[in-house]
Structure formats: C-alpha cells, structure tokens
C-alpha cells in the first residue's frame, strides 16, 4: 500500500513536469520566435539598404523631370527669342529703308527749302528795286479836287500800323480816298477792336453830327480790304468824285444804296438758307444780288436809322445768344445778317448796287460744282466760288480784271470802290500788288511801311553767299 503523502508527491511531480515541459516548449517558441525577428530584423536592414537607392532613383527620376521642363520652357523661350529677332530684324530693315527714303526726302525738301528761300529773296529784291523805282518815278495820279460834299467813315482800331499780307490795307484805303479829293475819319483808329458792335456805335455817334446835313452824302466802308479806284479815266473836264458818285447814286432814286456781292451769306462761314436768298430780287444782268455789308452811301439822317435799327434788332437777337448762326457763331463777330433784314424790310428806300457801279467786289462764282462738294448759295444752281481756285486764276482773274495804271476794271466796268472781302481777298491783293508796280502813291505807302533794316539784311546775305567766279591766283 502506497502511502498517502507519496501519491501527493507524485502528483506533483508530474503537474510540475508537465510545467516544466510546457515551460521548455515555451522557451523554444520564444527561443524560435526570437531568431525569426532577427531574421525579419535582418531583412528589414536589408530591405532599408535596399531601399535607400530606389529613393534616389526616384528623386533623380524627379530632377530628370523637372530637367526636362526646364529644357521645354528654354526651347520655348528661344524659339520666341528667336521670332522676336525676326520681328524686330524686320522692323530694323523697315525702320532704316523708310531712314534712307526720308534721309532722302529731307534732303529733298532741304534743296527746295533753299530754292525757295533765294527764290523768296530774289522776289524780295527784285520787289525792293521795283517799289524804289516807283516811289520815286512812278505814275503820278492826279489829285481830284476836294469834294467836301462827301464824307468817308471807316472803322480800323490802330489802322496807321495795320499790315496784312505786307500792304499797309488802311494807309492804301486813305491815300486812294485822298487822291479822289476825299476827307476820311477813322472812327476806331485808338479803339481796340472788341465786335462788329463797336463799328455800328461809332458809325452812329459820328453820324449824330450830322444829322441836320442835308447836302452831304455819307460812304460808310470797310477800311482793311477796301480801296478806291482812280476814276480820271471816266472823268469829264472839272468832274470831281462827287460829280460821278452822285451821278451813280441818283440813278438809284433811293434813300440808301448798299454794296453788293454774288454770295449769300455773312460772318465769313455762315450761308443762307433757300428762303433767305430767294427774298432777294432777280436781276437777269448780274449775279451780284446779295447784300454785302461792307460799304454803303446815303445821307446821315437815313444812314442813323438804318444803324440804329440793325443795332437794336442785333442786340435783341445776340445779346442773349452770341453764339446764334445769325450773329456769326462763336463771339459773335457778324452784323450782315440783320442788315439783310433791314433791306428786306425798307425796300421801298433801300436798294443794292448790283451792278457794282459804286462798290466793286472781287468775289467770283462760277455754274459749276465744286469739286470739294460744297454748295454755296449763289443765283444759279450748281455754283461754286472761283476767286479762291489759285489754279485758275489766269482765266478767273487775268480775263476779267485789267489794272491800267491805277485804274482797276473788271471788263468795261469802273467802280469807285474795290473789296475784297471773303475769298475774293486774293483778287484784293493781286490788283494792289500791280498797282503797287504802277502808282507813285501807293508804293510811298509801302515803302514806308517797311522794315528796311531787315530788307538790308537780307541783302547783306545774298551779297555775303554770292560766288564770284574769278581765279585769285593770276595776277
């Protein structure tokens, strides 16, 4: 029989050996499990060396791709780089062909410049010798008598100085009035020219003191594109400019006569409408219908009426509206139009020298279009002006104007008066150009008004620049 302790003992010996053994076994797992990671440590090191490279790769991978970015936005920009040159070589060939073009256009204009410039001094010359010659031995035109019967006003603020386009308009205005035996009162002479207004006020306070003249007869008149004919040629023995100018001015039988001209309008820009020039009369003798502000002649009394009324009908009208048309458009600088209305209205004792036979006018149309397009209101239809077609001037001008001496007519026709207002100014000028070769008087006038200091030192440097053709060396 087995004793009870040694069955205890052996049941623990075998609980423990099975402890033991399980314990054994777990050590190998451990033992096992441990060798594995170091294994799979290995490998991981393995793995991370491994690793490492590919990284690099990729990363250079990367700098390849960017590389290669690089190296398409390069061939971009040198491609662009490339066109620009192109573009701007191109422009540079353009630029310096159009240089050498121009370079030679300059030169051009340069050569003309210095033909123009000894052609201008030798007109100057040649025009400085002939005005010499006639104010010294010129035609002498014979003074008229006085006719005292006659008064001439004009309106020219600081007229003594006045020089257009080289005459001395004013001074050519009064020396021809005096040779007519006239007496001339510039009433604006030490004004300053502020609008047609100022003319109108001092024409109508000088012809309050005469109001109670019944004998005299007035000449109201531009003075700076005006000048008077010389009329001895039509002169009886002991006439005298009254005798004609009131020989001319009764045939009229009216209280006023008013220049004419052969185009409707005023201010120098402005036309008339249809209507406006069909108020005024045909004349199936002369185109010359339209009122033209620029002279007219009666007694004082009628003329003070007639200003006064064109003063108070303007002022209505442009005092509130400067700018209207009808005043002459910006400032207000035109008086014609109301004029226009004062006839239209006083027909019964006004009428227009149509004829021209007291006031001659250069401006010139023609029947024909005007090649610009533009349509001027004329008597006729198509019309165009010809007085300002310098082309042409041989025939508009040479063929119907003929200065003898210092008389200008236009065919047989003498007027007392020439204008040049608008663009018959190149007429105006032309004919004092020849009267200026002609008349004693009036090349005084504009020898006078020169500045010869400067005519001598345009003649001291063609003198200077002149090339004698001698050869210094033969004795």
């Not at 400019?241 to 409707?264: A, G, M, P, Q, W």
């Not at 006083?346 to 533009?374: A, M, R, S, Y």
Request: one cysteine or more; proline letters at 3%; glycine letters at 6%.
């Amino acid at each position: 029989m087995v004793p009870k302790n040694a069955e205890t003992c052996s049941t623990l010996d075998v609980e423990q050996m099975e402890q033991m053994q399980a314990l054994e076994q777990r050590e190998q797992q451990v033992s096992y499990m441990f060798g594995h990671l170091k294994e799979m440590q290995a490998h991981c090191e393995e793995m991370e060396r491994l690793a490492q490279p590919c990284s690099e790769l990729i990363d250079l991978q990367h700098e390849v791709e960017q590389l290669s970015k690089s190296r398409d936005q390069m061939l971009e920009v040198r491609r662009s780089a490339s066109e620009y040159y192109e573009q701007v070589k191109h422009e540079a060939d353009s630029f310096y062909a159009m240089y050498d073009v121009n370079l030679k256009k300059l030169k051009q204009v340069q050569e003309n410049i210095e033909r123009a410039r000894l052609g201008v001094a030798s007109q100057l010359i040649f025009f400085f010798v002939d005005i010499q010659e006639t104010a010294t031995r010129g035609y002498i035109v014979q003074s008229l008598k006085p006719s005292p019967d006659i008064i001439v006003i004009t309106c020219v603020s600081g007229g003594e100085n006045l020089n257009v386009m080289d005459f001395p308009v004013f001074k050519i205005f009064r020396i021809t009035a005096q040779k007519n035996g006239l007496e001339v009162f510039n009433v604006c002479e030490n004004d300053i020219w502020t609008g047609t207004h100022l003319r109108l006020r001092k024409y109508r306070e000088k012809l309050e003191e005469y109001l109670d003249d019944d004998k005299t007869l007035f000449m109201i008149s531009d003075g700076s594109d005006v000048f008077f004919n010389d009329i001895t040629p039509i002169l009886k023995e002991n006439e005298t400019f009254s005798t004609i100018l009131r020989r001319r001015f009764d045939k009229f039988n009216k209280d006023i006569v008013i220049s004419s001209e052969r185009l409707c309008g005023w201010g120098g820009a402005f036309l008339c409408s249809r209507e406006e020039a069909n108020r005024f009369p045909d004349d199936p003798e002369t185109s010359s219908k339209f009122l033209n502000a620029g002279g007219y002649v009666g007694k004082a009394i009628h003329l003070h009426a007639m200003i006064t009324e064109v003063t108070r009908i303007r002022k209505s009208q442009c005092d509130h509206d400067p700018d209207d048309r009808y005043c002459g458009g910006p400032g207000g600088e035109a008086d014609q139009y109301f004029f226009m209305k004062y006839y239209w209205n006083h027909q019964d004792t006004v009428t227009l020298d149509t004829k021209h036979t007291i006031f001659g006018n250069f401006l010139e149309v023609g029947q024909h279009p005007c090649l610009n397009g533009w349509k001027p209101r004329c008597a006729f239809e198509p019309c165009c002006t010809e007085s300002d077609v310098i082309h042409d001037f041989n025939v508009t001008y040479n063929q119907r104007y003929f200065t003898e001496m210092c008389t200008v007519r236009r065919h047989d026709n003498i007027p007392l008066t020439w204008h040049g207002n608008g663009v018959g100014k190149w007429f105006f000028f032309i004919s004092l150009e020849r009267m200026v070769k002609n008349c004693k008087h009036i090349a005084y006038e504009m020898w006078s008004m020169m500045n010869l200091q400067n005519m001598y030192n345009v003649i001291d440097q063609l003198e200077k620049n002149q090339h004698r053709r001698w050869d210094d060396s033969q004795k």
